[in-house]
C-alpha cells in the first residue's frame, strides 16, 4: 500500500496558480479533500517551532504525517541518522540548485544521503507555515505551505533571511509491516520549469 503525502505548496508555487498537483493545499481538489476528511482548517504553527500543530487525523493519516513532520525537523536539526531512519531502502529526492537555477536529483540511499549532508552542512532550514489533509480515493494527501527556507547559501545570494519557495514538495511515503517511510521526496521541479528554483524574496 502506498500513502501520498504532498508537503509544501506542492506543485501551487506561493505566487503562482497551481498547473498539475492532485489534492495540492489550497487548491480547489484540496479544499474537496479536506472537506471529505473533515480537516478543513489548517493547522498552525508552535511559536518558535518549525513543524506546525497536529493535525485531526489518526491511523496511518496521523503515522504519516508524523514521518514527515519527523523527518523535516531531523534536518533542520541537522540530525543525518535521524533523517535517514525515516527514507526507504531505494528512496529518491529532487531539489533545486539556486546558484545554477535548475533542479537537481537523485536516487539511493547513498545518493539521498549525500544530498542530506549538502543541505545540514548548508544548515538548510524550512518553515512550515500550516498544512491540510485530505483523502481521495485511496490517496492521502497532506498539503504543508512552507512559511520560509534559509541557508548559508540563500544568504551569499543577498537573501540572509531566507526565501518563500516558489515552489513546495510532494513527498511519497512507502507503508510496509506497519511502518510508513518517505520514498521520494521531491523538491526541485526535475521535467518542469528551473526558473521555479530562481530565488526570490
Known amino acids: 500500500m502506498w500513502l501520498i503525502i504532498l508537503v509544501g505548496a506542492c506543485d501551487q508555487p506561493a505566487r503562482h496558480p497551481a498547473t498539475h498537483p492532485p489534492a495540492v493545499a489550497g487548491s480547489p481538489a484540496a479544499g474537496a479533500a479536506s472537506a471529505a476528511a473533515g480537516t478543513g482548517s489548517p493547522a498552525p504553527v508552535a511559536a518558535g517551532t518549525s513543524s506546525p500543530a497536529p493535525v485531526a487525523v489518526a491511523g496511518a493519516a496521523a503515522q504519516s504525517v508524523d514521518t514527515v513532520r519527523a523527518f523535516i525537523d531531523a534536518v533542520n536539526a541537522g540530525r543525518l541518522d535521524a533523517a535517514l531512519a525515516l527514507v526507504s531502502d531505494d528512496p529518491v529526492y529532487s531539489d533545486c540548485d539556486r546558484r545554477q537555477v535548475k533542479a537537481v536529483s537523485g536516487k539511493g540511499v547513498a545518493a539521498f544521503a549525500g544530498w542530506l549532508r549538502e543541505r545540514i ?11 491540510e489533509t485530505g483523502i481521495e480515493g485511496d490517496v492521502l494527501g497532506v498539503g504543508v505551505v512552507f512559511a ?6 540563500l544568504a551569499s545570494l543577498g537573501f ?21 517511510r518517505i520514498a521520494q521526496f ?8 528551473p526558473a521555479f528554483c530562481r530565488p526570490v524574496p
Open 160 to 180: 540572509a533571511v531566507g526565501i518563500v519557495p516558489q515552489l513546495g514538495t510532494k513527498v511519497i511515503l512507502e507503508r510496509r509491516a506497519g511502518a510508513v
Open 121 to 131: 552542512a548548508d544548515h538548510d532550514e524550512l518553515d512550515v507555515a500550516h498544512w
Open 186 to 193: 521531491a523538491n526541485g521541479p526535475v521535467g518542469g520549469d
Open 148 to 153: 520560509r527556507r534559509a541557508s548559508d547559501s
